[in-house]
């Protein structure tokens, strides 16, 4: 069971060019508990749109315990439709990581909502197209 908010990121590297540089960030946020990774795949989208997918446990062993620290048990949430969506947004000759994780830096704020007999009505995020035009508009004053 998940006790925190989820969120998902797709990281696209266009050119098929995913390095494994990001992987250092990734296990900051995991060791400093702010996040907990639930599920991870990676994508690959060649130059003629087919594509093919990779779980953790299809990685070899030395590129799979790079990421086994990132979460205590990840898990395969992601279904056959998020899996088709997520190459969908991806360019032909990429390839992308779909990451699913639990805000963990939300454990004290959830405590205090439940105890305060408060519930969460509502949660979203802004999207970065309304925050660059507020952005630019604060800059333009």
């Known amino acids: 069971m998940l006790d925190f908010p989820v969120e998902y990121a797709l990281v696209v590297f ?3 060019k995913f390095s494994g ?16 990774f639930v599920d991870i795949v990676f994508i690959r989208k ?4 087919s594509t093919r997918t990779i779980e953790l446990n299809d990685l070899d062993a030395d590129s799979y315990q790079l990421f086994v620290p990132l979460g205590k048990q990840i898990e395969s949430l992601f279904t056959e439709d998020d899996l ?3 190459a969908e947004q991806m360019p032909e000759n990429s390839s992308a990581a ?5 805000d963990l830096w939300m454990d004290n704020i959830r405590k205090a ?3 305060s007999g408060g519930i969460l009505a509502e949660r979203g995020q802004i999207p970065d197209e309304v925050v660059d035009q507020f952005m630019n508009k604060m800059g333009a004053e």
């Open 46 to 49: 060649d130059e003629d749109g």
């Open 113 to 115: 909502v439940i105890s």
């Open 21 to 36: 540089e990001i992987v250092p960030a990734l296990l900051d946020l995991a060791d400093r508990d702010i996040v907990r």
């Open 14 to 16: 266009p050119g098929n």
């Open 98 to 102: 779909l990451f699913l994780w639990e």
């Open 84 to 86: 088709t969506w997520a």
